[in-house]
């Protein structure tokens, strides 16, 4: 199994109106990617940081493998989605390991 995680930040320039809406539509455009995509076994997008965190929002997604990994990365149904994303974001960092 491999795991791939992701912390975004917002914008900066986004209002915290815009925030939460696009919260909300991240969440439910990877989330729906579940049952899309061959080999992904579970995906969630976690919207609402404690105070100590660093991050706006997380994607914490599960593959059979590291092929299906990369098959998700260039699938269409979440290209589309990323695209949004990228629109929404400033920063990212991933990490994504074997369990």
């Not at 995509?37 to 593959?63: E, M, Q, R």
């Amino acid at each position: 199994m491999v795991k791939h995680v992701i912390i975004w930040n917002f914008k900066e320039e986004l209002t915290a109106d815009e925030k939460v809406s696009a919260a909300a539509k991240i969440k439910a455009e990877l989330e729906g990617l579940l049952g899309q995509i061959d080999g992904l076994t579970d995906i969630k997008v976690y919207t609402k940081p404690l105070a100590s965190s660093s991050g706006d929002l997380i994607l914490d997604s599960t593959f059979v493998d590291e092929e299906a990994l990369k098959g998700y990365q260039v699938h269409p149904a979440h290209v589309e989605a990323a695209t949004y994303v990228r629109s929404q974001v400033g920063s990212r960092a991933c990490f994504d390991y074997e369990i």
